[in-house]
């Protein structure tokens, strides 16, 4: 089925007399007539469920249905995008190794990379996302296992060239992960450019209407992890935590990194989605592309209104004609850009906060991504914890304003944003 088919229909078929929305299954647990049939699924002899913490059927139909979307092999839900991206890396690189990451990603990722999981052991080095590729070739070790990036950087909106940095992990013997947050597959699908695994915060766009937290992580299938079998030794032989299974034998190329995502991570983690957030989440991608062309219409609209106001110092949108990635985003996004704008107010920090309490209709929040227009000062909130060399590198300045546009009438949000500007 084509893409605005699949996001009504993929990851679940009712049958004859079943309910036709996604059933919410609120259980923690599921009944077996025999000892036998359970030890089976823990096993994983059969597929089953048994424990809502490792799989739900609620849960797996929207992931399904997202993996239909991002046209990849398997995919799994996770409580939060914070735990899709740790899961993600960690998944395939432990105490001792390395990860190359761009510069440009959302503070959170940031911040999980280079404190906490290096404490955990795992080194990174952060790239500028538009490096040349010999600089970006020098960022590689003899133990680095992935390569991260964001296919439109929060809060930077830096465009990623998924290309160059697939080609170079591939040259290096290791997969490219991208965090596909504010593209979501409607305008961007990484695997196509070659990406090898999609990460999300499926509380964004993927929900729309940030009522639920949730991650998502993608597997393309596309990654040979036996041909790099030194490398990826936790997918290539025998897991003694479960039973001396071999992921990569026992469930292929397209399955091995999400089982064991799953069966290991998830297990001792338990960073599950509630069914009930998962069912939202499946709800909201019904009208995923309907609401991804208004996204994209509106914030070019407030974008071009913004270039052309006397109190705006600079406007980042790559869908801007003369905007530093308007060509790598013709390329990646050619629908649109999503609806994340940011620019910098005439007078630097202090204005900029005086401009956004002048704002009515759109409101302060540290959400980005859903119906409702709202605006944040990142140097304040999402990225107080970095000094401005680290807010320089992530491509966040003092005086930046992340204003994401909403499904509102463009002429209001138009309105709101002149009668705060005047006010500055
Ligand atoms: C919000 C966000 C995250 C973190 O997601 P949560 O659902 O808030 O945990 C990760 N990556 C990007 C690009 C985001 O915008």
Redesign the pocket.
Known sequence: MRFDTDCLHAGYRPGNGEPRNIPIVQSTTFRYETSEDMGKLFDLEASGYFYTRLQNPTSDAVAARLCALEGGSAAMLLS??????FFAVFNIASAGDHVVCSSA??G??YNLFAVTMKRMGIDFTFVDPDCAVDELDAAFRPNTKAVFG?TI??PALTVLDIEKFAKAAHAHGVPLIV?N??ATPALCRPFQWGADIV?H????YLDGHAAA???AIVDSGNFDWDAHGDKFPGLTTPDDSYHGVTYTKKFGQGGAYITKAVVQLMRDFGSTPAPMNAWLLGMGMETLPLRMERHCSNALRVAQYLQGHGKVAWVRYAGLPGDRYFDLGRKYLPKGCCGVVSFGVEGGRAAAERFMAGLELASIATH??DAKTCVLHPASATHRQMNDAELAAAGVSPDLVRLSVGLEDPDDLIADLGHALERV
């Open positions: 939060s995008g914070q735990a899709a991206t990603v959302y959170g990722t964001e950087a929060n965090d947050t504010f990460t915060s499926t509380s964004k937290l949730g991650g980005v991504a």
